[in-house]
């Protein structure tokens, strides 16, 4: 690495200059005759179909100007039709809102205030089309626009009130000032006019506003030459846009005066595409302006070229300007800093090359085949209507006869001595033969272009013949040549332009610009925007290559389903967010070919979050459903409670038995040993007795109490026979009677026991037994 020397000015530009024959060399050789003819064809300038002989049909085809002129409405509806063309993508979370902040001021401010982006844009793939490769260029304008005004006869305070509005204004100075003492009258004290020495003022403002901006212009075929050994645009060594300018022009953009004024005057308009661009309407020549130095015109190239110029052994990227067709000049050099972008497009590119092919390659043999064919059909045809003659001169009248005929009248007499002075050779009519040969011609530059009468509309009856799945078929298959040139654009030209204005803003514009974005007047400073973020660009291509028809239904059915999910599932259903449904709506319009969809539709906060959604109102069936379902669940607690006081009820009068039992008991023990020993044995009796009626009136209250259970339970399991519900209830009545028997015949158990009772004595007077008292 010590050893590398650095380039001097001389080495360089005996390098570019190499590069720049070697491009134009090559370009002269074979891409500035293509160009050429195509731009003579679309002209309907045909040298190399030349008439040979006078009387002869000069008719000339238009089959290249007007199949490009079919395809641009196509591809500008595509690339431009809707207000954000190209959209900056974030790749963190970070740089989204300057992302979307750039996209608005690039596609609103830059492209359509600041330029005429779709002329431009225009431009560009016109010269696609026919030139082979259409070129634009991206630079730095700076510019001040300077303004002055005067304001005479201040007063003190008037002066001061106009400096401390002025403090703190970066637009603002005062480059003048004048004080002026005058004599005025005033009032003193006691009313009387006195006349005192007053000071006004003279104060000049100016007003400097930066009016530098980001320039965006498309560069004529001719005028961009790229290495010879480019396969792209971006391993090009040398890219340079060679254009033509006044001494006093470039003095004025900064360049050194001594060096532009030793730059030779130029006469020539390029290569011979230019030369012919400029001939095609006339033959203008380059103005002389010999007697006024600053209004010389000289050749300038601006561009960028790839080389090891300060010697550390790594080649870099240098932007160089310099003087004369082959850079004998170097005006200035530095290294690249975004001083000048290209972006490039190229219909129909070719593997490992930066020149492909386009449409008016194509297009240029039919328009010629086409051209002879209709001059031969108009020839016959004329041949046909006006046939040649044979003249018998001696047969004439006089001379004046043959003047006749020279010069025919319709209706003239021709003044001849017999009938035979005169015979028409009749010339067979054959063009009628040619008409299919011509409708081969138009087919095939239908198949290389993919644009016709059909895919146009041009005609209501041009699909008359064929069948709608046939009609479909053809137009879907013409529009998918132009979706491949729209792809190509969008997926290269149109990405360079839109990443090499992102990066001549962020790297010149260094000062707050008021911008309307969104409805919104907002200040926007590039410089602001992260250098180092890798946004990716996305250019808006449409929804495909259908119709306008065909996009407007796409649209409505998903505005129809995002409504459906919005109604549904309300603004936070995690599908469809209200400003994606604001989107749809925007689209739609923008189909519609309306380009200010502002005026239509608010624009939607990010964090918008709507009203949750009115929950639907119950069908009938399922307010009859919950009906039922409260009903069965009353009588399931009806049921429970009935069962509780029945069970409640059976021991009550359970523990009443108990207790009457135990009194009787010890009733009889205030008896006689006799009485008690009788009594105690017919208690047990009766006890025994009871005991036996309280199990037997047990197990049935429990049997009750399965049955209710089991028919509680049945309700519950089979809810849809609610017709059944009367018979049930017929069945628990009839349970509920067995069980209030059960118990009444217990009462009476209890009764009998209560009763008063008297020993049975036998005649003896032997106790025999006990009965009841009366």
């Not at 196509?74 to 959209?87: D, K, N, W, Y």
């Not at 020279?406 to 063009?431: H, W």
């Not at 990010?606 to 069936?621: I, V």
Request: charged residues 25%; glycine residues 8%.
């Amino acid at each position: 690495m010590g050893g590398l020397m650095r380039l001097s000015k001389d080495q360089l530009q005996a390098f570019i200059s190499q590069q720049i024959r070697d491009g134009i060399g090559f370009i002269d050789s074979d891409i500035a005759l293509r160009r050429e003819t195509a731009i003579n064809y679309i002209s309907l300038y045909m040298p190399d179909l030349p008439v040979q002989n006078i009387g002869r049909s000069r008719v000339m085809d238009s089959t290249v100007s007007s199949n490009i002129g079919m395809m641009m409405p196509s591809l500008m509806r595509v690339m431009t039709g809707g207000p954000i063309i190209g959209e900056y993508v974030a790749q963190s979370g970070n740089d989204e809102k300057a992302a979307k902040i750039a996209t608005d001021y690039v596609n609103t401010v830059v492209l359509r205030q600041d330029n005429e982006g779709e002329r431009v844009i225009y431009e560009w793939g016109y010269d696609g089309l026919t030139q082979i490769v259409g070129m634009v260029k991206i630079y730095w304008e700076e510019c001040f626009n300077e303004t002055k005004e005067v304001f005479e006869g201040l007063s003190d305070d008037q002066l001061a009130q106009l400096v401390q509005s002025l403090e703190g204004s970066k637009e603002h100075s005062i480059v003048a000032y004048d004080g002026v003492e005058v004599e005025q009258e005033v009032m003193d004290p006691t009313g009387q006019p006195v006349k005192v020495m007053t000071k006004t003022h003279k104060v000049e403002v100016k007003r400097t506003v930066n009016e530098s901006k980001c320039r965006i212009v498309g560069i004529p075929p001719d005028e961009f030459i790229i290495s010879r050994s480019a396969r792209s645009l971006e391993d090009a060594i040398l890219k340079t846009h060679r254009t033509y300018q006044f001494v006093g022009d470039l003095i004025e953009e900064g360049y050194d005066r001594d060096l532009v004024e030793s730059l030779p005057t130029d006469t020539n308009v390029g290569n011979v595409t230019g030369t012919q661009r400029w001939n095609t309407w006339d033959n203008w020549q380059v103005p002389n302006f010999e007697n006024d130095p600053n209004m010389r015109r000289v050749a300038i190239h601006q561009g960028i070229v790839k080389c090891d110029y300060d010697g550390k052994g790594i080649k870099d990227w240098y932007f160089v300007a310099g003087g004369d067709a082959n850079l004998t000049q170097i005006l200035e050099i530095e290294e690249y800093d975004y001083q000048v972008v290209f972006a490039d497009f190229c219909p129909q590119p070719l593997p490992h090359t930066f020149f492909g092919r386009c449409p008016s390659d194509e297009l240029v043999p039919i328009q010629r085949i086409k051209t002879a064919t209709l001059r031969q059909m108009q020839d016959n045809l004329n041949l046909a209507n006006t046939p040649q003659q044979i003249v018998v001169p001696t047969l004439l009248a006089d001379q004046n006869a043959m003047s006749s005929l020279i010069n025919k009248v319709p209706g003239g007499l021709i003044q001849a001595k017999s009938l035979d002075a005169v015979r028409d050779i009749a010339t067979p009519f054959f063009a009628q033969h040619s008409l299919p040969m011509l409708a081969y011609w138009d087919g095939e530059a239908e198949n290389r272009t993919g644009v016709s009468r059909s895919s146009m509309g041009l005609s209501a009856d041009a699909l008359s013949g064929q069948s709608a799945t046939a009609s479909q078929i053809a137009y879907n298959a013409s529009q998918g040549k132009l979706e491949m040139i729209a792809r190509v654009w969008a997926s290269g030209g149109m990405r360079k332009l839109f990443r090499g204005i992102l990066n001549v803003l962020r790297k010149y514009q260094d000062f707050p610009r008021q911008a309307k974005l969104n409805g919104e007047l907002i200040p926007v400073n590039p410089s602001e925007w992260p250098m180092l973020a890798n946004w990716d660009v996305s250019i808006n291509t449409g929804l495909g290559t259908g119709s306008r028809e065909k996009d407007m239904a796409m649209l409505q059915m998903l505005a129809a389903k995002q409504e459906q999910i919005l109604t549904t599932g309300g603004p936070n259903n995690g599908v469809v967010t209200v400003g994606q449904y604001a989107n749809t709506i925007r689209k739609l319009i923008e189909a519609a070919g309306i380009k200010n969809t502002d005026q239509f539709v608010q624009p939607v906060p990010p964090d918008f979050m709507g009203p949750e959604p009115t929950p639907p109102q119950p069908s009938p069936d399922a307010v009859v459903n919950a009906k039922a379902l409260t009903d069965m669940e009353q009588i399931k607690g009806q049921v429970a409670i009935q069962k509780q006081q029945m069970e409640l009820a059976a021991n009550a009068q359970k523990a009443e038995a108990d207790m009457a039992s135990q009194e009787r008991i010890k009733l009889a023990e205030l008896q006689s040993k006799e009485t008690i020993a009788l009594a105690d044995i017919e208690s047990k009796e009766r006890i025994a007795a009871g005991d036996l009626q309280i199990k037997t009136t047990a197990n049935e209250i429990q049997a009750a109490r399965t049955a209710l259970e089991a028919d509680a339970k049945q309700q519950g399991i089979d809810s849809g026979h609610m017709d059944r519900e009367d018979t049930k209830s017929a069945r628990e009545d009839d349970k509920n009677g067995a069980l209030a028997a059960s118990l009444s015949g217990f009462t009476e158990v209890l009764k009998s026991l209560n009763k008063p009772k008297k020993l049975v004595k036998d005649a003896k007077g032997k106790t025999i037994g006990i009965e009841m008292a009366d």
